[in-house]
């Protein structure tokens, strides 16, 4: 599925963009409006796009030079994928690392994503 | 949540148990009736856990001396759950690994499994 790297693709820029409108643009383009995010690190779900940006958008605020990419080519069947992922201090560092789950619909949305650190 | 480690181990021994009526008991206790698997080697996904019981079935009669077993600790937060897994051959050649994800539902059933290789 080439759609589902270049969704993912999407979606590490949209964490990795410094600006706010880009990140709503990119984010626009592969989360459905109403998809779904659990992470490990939050006590309750982001249950839409907009939550989820703002989410981004606190993360970028606080650790304004921790880049995200994936560590592994993500594999997908039956619109679910994975893929590893690390994110990296502005030396090289390693911040933290984890794998991320998801799901896409038939538009080529991410509808769910479930991450683990 | 100990509870998801008991619910995996269980599923994973109902894999390993070469007798399909303990099988049956097993994946009755830990999967929802309607519970979905989606496997990158099947090309539709499996609606239940009758047809999920019968799948095994065909596995062990097809490779009676392979078991399954975990190589990561699950990890589990919101009703989600994932760990990596190894198919082992008699003689301790690995056959196959991957990773699995789920999800479980709120009377401790298993709902969904998807499978990556």
Known sequence: MPEVRQIIQDY???????DSEERVVLMTKVLA???LYF????????LNRE???QFIDRFRNKFPNITLSLTS??????GHFRFNWQMLQSNGDVF?????????DDKYKITK????V
């Open 39 to 46: 992470d490990s690190h939050l006590p309750e779900p982001i």
């Open 51 to 53: 939550s989820h940006c």
């Open 113 to 116: 994503l479930v991450g683990f």
């Open 73 to 78: 080519a993500p594999d997908s069947h039956h």
């Open 96 to 104: 933290v690392k984890g794998c991320f789950f998801g799901e896409i």
């Open 12 to 18: 590490v820029s949209a964490w990795n963009s410094s």
């Open 33 to 35: 409006n109403n998809s």
